[in-house]
């Protein structure tokens, strides 16, 4: 047919011949790229390590070591631990089907766009001037800082995840950590009572002075930190402790064991020790950026002092009021499930004061 076309036009052959060499190119630009990243970068990480001594399950196409980690994962589901025991760190995160993530995605996305919508029509009649005002009056605008409706719907679902469901948990453990040591919970309603008395709501002066709870929070992260693990992307060759790194290699900070390191934090590293933090949280460790709960660094979290006010103010209501000790119920089994959760949930037996 490009041949006739040829005879008749006399522009169809390298139009044709055009379309062709593209095609190969595109092509061929994808098979590279596809082969890099499956074969050549993983195989080419894998023999850096492995020359410097340090190897681990040999790489498969694909899948890479997800068969391990998903086998490993299944064993320490079903293990559950001594209330008194803190070694979470041998459990690990469920898996989920992509179906379900894409229909929760859709769903969270709704809700989002709902109330993004609902305070667009307030913004036009003057509304709040709060976050998502600053980046709706952001997708108003033009140039390289205009965000994009996705990108708000993004920066939306990393707050609210990270601001609420982090708080939760902290929350939560420290209920259980109290629950479970009942001369420190009353060593911090004594604080409580002293620093917060009355039934108004604890102000940031009266906060300000606990500072047993302050340490009774920090011990809670280090010992069941919301972020267990955090996941860092190796953008040039680069050199830790020793061992060189190339780039391209995905690395996991693992919080949850640097927080019970006894070179680090002593010999009483897997005990609740919340005095361990009373000259300050850089004079807790060896070294003074030990406590990794909030990370460190220009990416360490931004909502870091909020959510100690947050923590500090529940437990100073939840003390001046309730003596609470963890129901027999309850299973020492923490998960680690994006955040570090009670996998059957934190049952407790709360008395109302006086
Ligand atoms: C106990 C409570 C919290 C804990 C343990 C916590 C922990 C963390 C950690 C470890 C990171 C760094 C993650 C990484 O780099 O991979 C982070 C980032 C972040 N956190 Fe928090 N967080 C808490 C509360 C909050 C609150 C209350 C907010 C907001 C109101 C918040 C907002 C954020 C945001 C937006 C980031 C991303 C910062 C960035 O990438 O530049 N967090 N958080």
Same mark, same amino acid.
């Given at each position: 047919m490009a041949i006739m076309a040829s005879a008749s036009t006399g522009q169809a052959v390298p139009v044709a011949v055009a379309v062709a060499v593209a095609a190969v190119v595109v092509v061929s630009t994808w098979l590279w790229k596809t082969v890099a990243r499956l074969v050549w970068r993983p195989y080419?990480? /894998?023999? /850096?390590? $492995?020359?410097?001594?340090i190897t681990g399950p040999a790489y498969r196409l =694909?899948?890479?070591s997800d068969g391990e980690a998903n086998a490993m994962r299944a064993a320490g589901r079903g293990e559950t631990l001594d209330a008194r025991c803190h070694d979470i760190v041998p459990r690990f995160i469920p898996t989920k089907t992509n179906v379900r993530r894409w229909e929760l995605e859709k769903k969270v996305r709704g809700t989002? !766009?709902? !109330?993004? $919508?609902e305070r667009q029509a307030d913004a036009k009649e003057g509304g709040a001037r709060d976050l998502l005002g600053l980046m709706l009056e952001a997708n108003d605008g033009g140039g390289a800082t205009r965000l994009t409706m996705d990108e708000i719907v993004d920066e939306c679902k990393t707050f609210f995840f990270a601001g609420h469901e982090s708080t939760a948990h902290l929350l939560t453990w420290s209920i259980f950590l109290l629950g479970t040591k009942p001369q420190w919970q009353d060593r911090l309603r004594d604080e409580v009572l002293r620093e917060c008395a009355g039934d108004s709501l604890p102000d940031a002066d009266s906060l300000s002075k606990l500072k047993l709870m302050t340490m009774v929070i920090y011990e809670t992260l280090r010992l069941y930190g919301a972020v267990s693990q955090m996941a860092r992307m190796v953008t040039a060759d680069t050199e830790l402790a020793g061992v060189r790194i190339p780039k391209g290699t995905m690395t996991l900070i693992p919080v949850a064991i640097l927080h019970r390191e006894v070179e680090v934090w002593g010999e009483d590293a897997g005990e609740f020790n919340p005095l361990r933090f009373r000259d300050g949280v850089n004079k807790a460790a060896a070294h003074a950026g030990a406590l990794l709960a909030f990370s460190l660094g220009q990416r360490s979290c931004i909502g870091q002092d909020f959510a100690m006010l947050e923590a500090k103010a529940t437990l100073a209501m939840i003390l001046r009021r309730f003596t609470f000790e963890v129901s027999?119920? =309850?299973?020492?089994?923490p998960l680690d499930?994006?955040?570090?959760?009670?996998?059957?949930g934190l049952p407790v037996v709360l008395k109302l004061l006086n």
């Open positions: 080419v990480v /894998a023999a /850096a390590f $492995r020359k410097q001594g =694909y899948v890479g989002l !766009m709902a !109330m993004i $919508r027999p119920e =309850y299973v020492h089994a499930f994006i955040t570090l959760q009670p996998q059957c």
